[in-house]
């Protein structure tokens, strides 16, 4: 059961969920009409728990149904992450959609400080210098994603769940666990 806690940042509070207290941990970002809740309502916290990793899931600032309305510029969001993230012991990032992309843009820029990122239909990929990413990656998209289009990244897995849309993770919960799972086993 995800506890929800804050991360004071640039004299701020911000909302984050966690759920378990193992060494290992990911951090996870909701896509833009999500909440950080639609983790463990996939799923998807439990199963982390169930491999040994404590789930960090933030409320990005600004988007929609976030409990932190703070209006932030991507850069700001990118800092908090790293705020979040410097607290942990090399965490995998995972992110949806919006956040797909600013997991990937946050690899891209530190990767040193994580060990593994996840893009779930990410947006934007083509502002990503995929090649500045020294972690394993792993992409998911849906057959059915009209937001997001899968694409070939050299030197990342990726991975396409039949009959899903974008939010292939509430689509089809099982096979996107079963994806997660073996990638972090694989690490």
């Known amino acids: 059961m ?19 207290n193992y060494e290992k941990s990911a951090v996870l970002l909701h ?12 799923g998807v916290t439990a199963l982390l728990s169930s491999l040994g990793y404590s789930s960090f899931a933030l409320d990005i600032p600004g988007f929609p149904n976030s409990r932190n309305k703070q209006e932030m510029n991507e850069e700001k969001i990118l800092s908090l992450i790293g705020e979040l993230v410097s607290r942990l012991n090399k965490p995998v990032l995972l992110g949806a959609s919006a956040s797909g992309y600013l ?9 040193s400080k994580i060990s593994a990122v996840i893009g779930v ?32 990244v050299k030197g990342a897995r990726v991975e396409i769940i039949e009959g899903a849309r974008h939010a292939c993770y509430l689509d089809k919960p ?12 694989s690490l």
């Open 2 to 20: 995800l506890e929800e806690k804050k991360i004071r940042f640039e004299g701020n509070d911000f909302v984050y969920f966690q759920e378990g």
């Open 31 to 42: 896509g833009y009409s999500f909440e950080s809740k639609v983790w463990e309502q996939a």
């Open 103 to 111: 997991a990937l843009k946050f690899a891209e820029q530190n990767s």
């Open 121 to 152: 239909g990410p947006v934007r990929l083509s502002e990503i210098k995929t090649e500045l990413i020294k972690v394993p990656v792993l992409l998911i998209w849906g057959s059915l994603d009209t937001v997001s289009k899968p694409a070939k």
């Open 174 to 185: 099982e096979e996107f666990k079963k994806l997660i799972a073996d990638f972090m086993r």
